[in-house]
């Protein structure tokens, strides 16, 4: 009686489940099940002839210092990204919050946001014109402030931070809202009393508000983390995509994202590419295992 | 130590009218309480005292010093909040401790650690904490969250300590308990308190001067028996007592003291207004007796009953005036027992009458207070 009452209520959650498992199943784990297979083949694109090598390809793409410049550059793009995401997207968030009480506050709002849901392509495209050596206006602002105007795409050591400075750009409006609405869960009250406690802005934002929104931070750095080690088409674009050249100049944007990219659809080796996508995998899921490790200590649930 | 003054203190939100111009002069070391409904502006007052709501008008003064533009800090108070506003991710001791390291930054005066610790386990002590001071809030019942927001507000010495309802989210019966904890800590502790409830009996028990607030307005501000015993006008009468005070609207002549189903006693009807076309008398439900004939001296209440309720000790008569359909309540003995439907006569000693000018509300000089003491005209 008890045991078939038991099977039922599995049958049922798991019934209830089976839309969201059938989802995952088809599009995630069997794909990455797919892919680690391949990446012990070495796979022909058009012929069907298939050969087992074991760890061949793993083997090669450590042997590679095309890889490991291309992870050196991701890292370099990551270990940017976050800080600044952080940084800027919870500044704009607390300038935010005061002016959500003023009369246009949604508008501000609803402009920081706006590029993130503007096409990445599309906006890459008119970053291309901003950057433009001669005539953009990154550099009219620069020399403006009589500052020396820089070659951005087209020189090896300001390609990757221009393209840094889009995604900043684009991504951005989606913390600003994140961080704005862990800011509306510190309450009222908390500031209140530390005021009252004779707390400065400082002490108040350091010993009040940053540790109770330390969940929020740390949502924001994961998926900071995530975005800047996939980055792909904001890079493939601004650096010259469609027409050839991408990770250019002398590979100075190739991420290892663009790597993969590449490896598959530019020089057609899909088993070297899927043992490249597999690695990218196990060290974002390391990161983010670190980073969980780290939390557990510093982040304060209420 | 502090005396607080309010001149005329007025806040606006908009066009909208929180504080309409509340005068107060709260004495060093008194127990002020404020009461009045939900949106009377008691707790707005609070802040505006506190440091937390700017004040748009009027003068707000500590032992005569302006304290208008002064940030909450300078002020020297205390304050405890409704929902405690403990900081959640601090123990009980780094909560307690947060005001006195955020000072000894800016002051200059750096007192040693153990100065603070000490300070902190004398408060602790004084409120029962000692043996909680490494828990976090989550882990304390409520009324232990309660006393360290206590704590928290007293560990500096404040001049002035301020609590926006601090019981009301207490269970009944820790609710009394902490009422005369807070009775206790006042005589330990005499400071200068503002406490702002919407409960009668915390008022009413706690309070040295009770402050009645209605629409941003103070109504009344004496000691609570005074309040109660003399009501300002019909709102104060109204407001205070559970039940309140019956009030009926009559229509007055000269010498006339038949009024409806109203009657005074002689006394009280003599000189009553010409110039006043309306009174509004007024008649607690405790004071109210059955009475089997009429008499001179007493104030008498026809009344139809509606329901009775009995309440153990005493019943609550509701009816109406025989002659009118305003509502009577009296609070009887339990053998009186009217039935519903009856009709019955009540009555009320003359000190126990009080009168209201119709329209503004306004209690009327004590007939009973003008019969003892000459009137000087």
Known sequence: MRRSRLLKDHLVAYGLLSPAIAVFVVFFFVPAAYLLYISFFHWGVLSSATTFVGLENFRRLFAQPLFWHSLATTGYYTL????????????????????????????????VFLPHVTPVVATSIIWVWIFNPQFGLANFVLTSLHLPALGWLGTTQWALPAVMIDSLWHSLGLYVIVFLAGLANVPRDLVEVAQLDGARRQRIFYRIIWPLLSPTTFFVVILATVNSWQAFSQIYTMTGGPHGGAGGPAFSTTTDALLVYQTAFSYYHFSLAAAMAFVLFAIILTLTLIQKWISNRLVFYR | ??????????????????????????????????????????????????????????????????????????????????????????????????????????????????????????IARLLELEHVLDHRPKELSGGQ????????????????????????????????????????????????????????????????????????????AAPPAEVYDSPADTFVAGFLGSPGMNLWEVVTEQGERELRSVRLPEQMAVGLGADRPGV??????????????????????????????????????????????????????????????????????????????????????SRAARGRVPVVA
């Open chain 1, 80 to 111: 940017v990204m976050i800080p600044a995401t952080v940084l800027l997207s919870l500044g704009i968030a607390l300038v935010l919050r005061e002016a959500v009480t003023a009369r246009r506050g949604g508008v501000w709002r609803a402009a």
């Open chain 2, 1 to 122: 130590m502090s005396t607080i003054e309010m001149h005329d203190l007025v806040k606006t939100y908009g066009a909208e009218r929180v504080v309409n111009g509340v005068d107060l002069e709260i004495a060093d070391g008194q127990f002020v309480v404020l009461l009045g409904p939900s949106g009377c502006g008691k707790t707005t007052t609070l802040r505006m005292v506190a440091g937390l709501e700017q004040i748009t008008g009027g003068d707000l003064r500590f032992d005569g010093r302006r304290m208008n533009d002064e940030p909450p800090d300078r002020r020297g108070v205390g304050m405890v909040f409704q929902h405690y506003a403990l900081y959640p991710h601090m123990t009980v001791a780094a909560n307690l401790s947060f005001g006195l390291e955020s000072r000894r930054q800016r002051g200059g005066r750096r007192r040693a650690r153990a100065a603070e610790r000490a300070r902190v386990l004398e």
């Open chain 2, 145 to 220: 969250r309660q006393r360290v927001a206590l704590g928290r507000a007293l560990i500096r010495d404040p001049d002035v300590f301020l609590l926006d309802e601090p019981l009301s989210n207490l269970d009944a019966n820790l609710r009394d308990r902490m009422r005369m904890e807070l009775a206790r800590l006042h005589e330990e502790l005499p400071v200068t308190t503002v406490y702002v409830t919407h409960d009668q009996s915390e008022a009413l028990t706690l309070a040295d001067v009770l402050v009645v607030m209605h629409e941003g307005r103070v109504r009344q």
């Open chain 2, 280 to 365: 509004v008398v007024g008649v607690r439900p405790e004071h109210l007796e059955l009475v089997g004939e009429a008499h001179d001296s007493l104030a008498l209440v026809e009344c139809r009953v509606r329901i009775v309720e009995n309440l153990g000790s005493h019943q609550l008569v509701h009816g109406s005036l025989a002659g009118g359909g305003e509502a009577v309540v009296a609070h009887l003995e339990p053998r009186d027992g009217p039935r519903r439907g009856e009709t019955i006569l009540l009555g009320a000693r003359e000190e126990h009458v009080h009168l209201f000018e119709s329209g503004t509300g306004r209690r009327l000089a």
